[in-house]
């Protein structure tokens, strides 16, 4: 079966932001074997599992364009700006959103799971009499 990707274009039924050739070629372009071996039903189903990380996980600024689209993307923002002050085109999905589902998917093909390493623990250091 394959990925249903949403373009931009509030694809019924969609499930990833980036198909396998997009993943491909963002991983082609970083020299990366481990996503190169994995065979196309992998793929998908990490490309899914990103997507659904990214879904479940992040409030993104501004609204849905429609009630029942099936993704988050694509978004009215109303300053068409997002924090960073890259601009946001409606009806397109953020570079930074799709290279995200890459990493993701990847996470999820080298550990058959997706939980993240990225360390987000804090350690206590002594700021006088007080330990921040």
């Known amino acids: 079966?394959?990925?249903?990707?949403?373009?931009?274009?509030?694809?019924?039924?969609?499930?990833?932001?980036?198909d396998i050739a997009y993943a491909d070629a963002y991983w082609s372009a970083r020299n990366n074997e481990d996503w190169a071996d994995a065979d196309d039903v992998v793929?998908?189903?990490?490309?899914?599992?990103?997507?659904?990380?990214?879904?479940t996980t992040y409030r993104w600024i501004g609204q849905r364009l429609q009630v029942k689209q099936s993704l988050c993307w694509p978004r009215y923002v109303p300053d068409g700006v997002d924090r960073d002050l890259r601009i946001i085109v409606n009806r397109s999905i953020?570079?930074?959103?799709r290279y995200a589902e890459c990493e993701l998917a990847l996470e999820s093909v080298l550990n058959g799971k997706l939980d993240p390493t990225i360390d987000l623990q804090t350690k206590a250091e002594p700021d006088g009499p007080v330990s921040v």
């Open 1 to 18: 079966m394959s990925i249903i990707v949403e373009d931009g274009t509030l694809v019924v039924d969609a499930e990833s932001y980036v």
């Open 94 to 97: 953020p570079r930074a959103v």
């Open 43 to 55: 793929k998908e189903a990490a490309l899914r599992i990103a997507t659904e990380y990214l879904e």
